[in-house]
């Protein structure tokens, strides 16, 4: 049975691709400091152990793959852009404590290490971290191999483009030419019908910049929509038409769905958090497909 340790674990996105993909996994533990987050992931996994908030900071075990998608504000475009230096105590910077975490493993080690991050850790301005990252990780024996990978080319119609970093300690290199790719269907398959009022447009700072440029602009979905955020009221804004000069959000539920999570997976963490919770959720959340398309092909 594979064992996995999830950091800056979210709603359990590498666990949900393994599910799919019917991989026995067992969790050896999971770390999420966001309590409805936990909520979320024990109401989705809730035949197995529950867990409990907890920091990043000074965790110690011992998994087959180890998953980190460290907190992407500071490098993100539409973040803060504060970086990630060490010491720089910015919420990215904790990138650093999962290297901390592997060195405290000592001549053990987890054969596959595997990081996702926005796009923006490749810029200019932020590049210097990444390479640094990529250092460390060398000198504890890891070979590593970057690509953007964008969900739309793993069957979701969500224009999601995260760098993901691979490292292995057998001395080989993972190849990301030779992944599994699907072509993303139309968006319709993935929207509800018959959608409440309650998700309608009615912020005239919303509905008067349709079309605008910049950050300030809001945009109508057609056939796929753009990078899913954790606030769908406020701009940059995307939209659907529903005729009649009407327009509404995409629902909390859609949001999941082109995560690629279930609507099982969905009702299980609507039962426990509200709405507001399950978009800021899956805003943050990594597309369930891409991880599956990596494991098919490091696992079978």
């Known amino acids: 049975m594979l064992k996995i340790l999830e950091l800056f674990g979210g709603i359990g996105s590498p666990r949900i691709a393994l599910r ?14 966001d309590e409805k987050a936990v909520r979320s992931y024990n109401a989705i996994f809730a035949n197995d152990l529950q867990h409990k908030p907890q920091d990043v900071r000074g965790w110690d075990l011992k998994p087959d793959i180890l998953i980190h998608g460290s907190p992407c504000q500071d490098f993100s475009i539409a973040g803060y852009q504060k970086g990630a230096d060490p010491g720089s105590e910015t919420r990215s910077s904790l990138m650093w404590e999962t290297i901390n975490i592997i060195k405290n493993m000592g001549t053990w080690k987890p054969r596959i290490v595997i990081w996702e991050n926005v796009k923006n850790v490749l810029s200019k301005h932020m590049i210097h971290n990444f390479s640094k990252y990529i250092e460390e990780m060398q000198k504890m024996g890891y070979t590593n191999t970057f690509e953007v990978l964008n ?66 602009r809001t945009t109508i979905i057609t056939d796929f929509c753009y990078t899913i955020t954790e606030r769908q009221d406020r701009c940059p804004a995307q939209i659907i038409d529903i005729g009649n000069g009407k327009y509404r959000f995409l629902t909390d539920r859609e949001c999941w769905r082109l995560q690629g ?16 919770a399950l978009y800021k959720q899956a805003g943050n959340s990594i597309p369930a497909t891409i991880f599956e398309s990596i494991f098919k092909q490091m696992l079978f």
């Open 151 to 216: 969900a739309m080319d793993f069957g979701l119609p969500h224009k999601r483009e995260r760098v993901f970093t691979i490292s292995l300690l057998d001395g080989t290199f993972f190849n990301f030419q030779t992944l599994e790719r699907k072509s993303a269907p139309h968006i319709s398959e993935f929207l509800e019908s018959g959608v409440s009022e309650e998700y309608e447009v009615t912020q005239p700072s919303i509905l008067n910049v349709i079309g605008a440029k910049g950050i300030n």
């Open 261 to 276: 999570y279930s609507d099982e997976d969905y009702n299980n963490a609507a039962k426990v958090n509200n709405r507001r």
């Open 20 to 33: 799919n993909i019917g991989v026995p996994v067992k969790a050896i533990d999971y770390v999420e400091i």
